[in-house]
C-alpha cells in the first residue's frame, strides 16, 4: 500500500509563493505517475498538474499554466507542486495522489492512493 503525504501548506498574500510537497512510500516511486489536485469549497476536487513517472511529461490545467511548476525527485520518493503568482481563487484542499498509469492525466479514477490533503489559503 501507498501513502503520500502532503506537506508546505499555508496562508499566503496574492501574488506569493508556496512550494507543495508530497512524500509517497510504499511502492516503487518511479513505477507511476503522480498528481496534484485541489477541492475547494462546494466544488468538485480537480486535477492541477500531473507528471510522468520519468518526470519527462507533465500537464497542467489552464488555471495554473504559467504559475504552477510540477516535478518529481524519483531519489527522494517525493513531488513537487511550486505555486507562484497565486491568487484568492486557488485557496483549496491540496491532495497529491498515485497514478495507475505512466502518463500523466486529470482523469481522477486513474488515480489510486490519495494523501490527507494541505491546506492553502490565498488572501486578498
Known amino acids: 500500500q501507498v501513502q503520500p503525504v502532503e506537506s508546505g501548506g499555508g496562508l499566503v498574500q496574492a501574488g506569493g509563493s508556496l512550494r507543495l510537497s508530497c512524500a509517497a512510500s510504499?511502492?516503487?516511486?518511479?513505477?507511476?505517475?503522480m498528481g496534484w489536485f485541489r477541492q475547494a469549497p462546494g466544488k468538485q476536487r480537480e486535477c492541477v498538474a500531473a507528471?510522468?513517472?520519468?518526470?519527462?511529461?507533465?500537464y497542467y490545467a489552464d488555471s495554473v499554466k504559467g504559475r504552477f511548476t510540477i516535478s518529481r525527485d524519483n531519489a527522494k520518493n517525493t513531488v513537487y507542486l511550486q505555486m507562484n503568482s497565486l491568487k484568492p481563487e486557488d485557496t483549496a484542499i491540496y491532495y497529491c495522489a498515485t497514478s495507475r498509469s505512466a502518463w500523466p492525466t486529470a482523469v481522477i479514477n486513474v488515480y489510486d492512493y490519495w494523501g490527507q490533503g494541505t491546506q492553502v489559503t490565498v488572501s486578498s
Open positions: 510504499g511502492r516503487t516511486f518511479s513505477s507511476y505517475a
Open positions: 507528471i510522468s513517472l520519468s518526470g519527462g511529461t507533465t
